[in-house]
């Protein structure tokens, strides 16, 4: 039962366009969301975070969009860079800070020139 | 900045053998992680800790334990190593705000 879902496996953006990564919840629970970055052999590093009690947040290229009503939240960077490639993960839990992290299945962006 | 530190980056292991995965911290947080990706899977839970000797099963610990007899580490171990254990595995440390810190991750393959 998979309780975060990226549907979309791969997207691939020319640079300088948007990127616009999906994540679906099925838990009403869920609280906090956040998004992960991973490069191959690597640990997956934080990127931005949400809490249910806001809809947007917003850090430099990257955007964070929640809809509570349709358990969706996304991801946008703009623009995008060659930099950016990368597996993105959403993620999401019942706590902030202590509780277990649930994560999606990934998306593999790639940013071409 | 805190540091998660996996003891080995690339592992080949044969079918049967008991396999060691060393996690340390470089500080005091209480919260770690072992989750393993998979292509197509995404990262999944095997087991937590919140404390000292304590453990708590995640989504798939089927095959897997785990020991915390010190704070700062935390060593999954596959009991008896099989083809489908496969895959990379990733400690985390809960650090608040901004989620966990990650290590860099074991590449464990089981011949």
């Known amino acids: 039962d998979q309780q975060v879902k990226q549907n979309s496996p791969s997207l691939s953006v020319q640079e300088g366009r948007i990127s616009i990564l999906n994540c679906d919840y099925t838990?009403?629970?869920?609280?906090?969301f956040l998004w992960y970055k991973k490069y191959p052999a690597e640990g997956p590093t934080f990127l931005i975070s949400i809490s249910s009690i806001k809809d947007k947040n917003e850090d430099g290229r990257f955007t964070v969009f929640l809809n509570k009503s349709a358990k969706h939240l996304s991801l946008h960077i703009v623009p995008s860079q060659p930099g950016d490639s990368a597996v993105y993960f959403c993620a999401a839990s019942e706590r902030r800070n202590t509780d277990k992290l649930i994560f999606g299945t990934g998306t593999r962006l790639q940013v071409f020139p | 900045d805190v540091k998660v530190t996996q003891s080995s980056r690339y592992l080949v292991k044969r079918t049967g053998e008991k396999v060691f995965l060393e996690c340390v911290q470089d500080m005091d947080h209480e919260n770690m992680f072992w989750y393993r990706q998979d292509p197509g899977l995404g990262l999944r839970l095997i087991y937590f800790?919140?404390?000292?000797?304590?453990?708590e099963k995640g989504d798939i610990p089927e095959g897997y334990s785990v020991s915390r007899e010190k704070k700062e580490r935390f060593s999954l171990i596959l009991e008896s190593a099989s083809t489908n254990q496969t895959s990379m595995y990733l400690c985390?440390?809960?650090?608040?705000?901004?989620?966990?810190?990650f290590g860099s991750g074991t590449r464990l393959t089981v011949v």
């Open positions: 800790s919140y404390d000292v000797k304590m453990k």
């Open positions: 985390a440390i809960a650090v608040g705000g901004d989620g966990y810190t």
């Open positions: 838990n009403s629970m869920f609280d906090y």
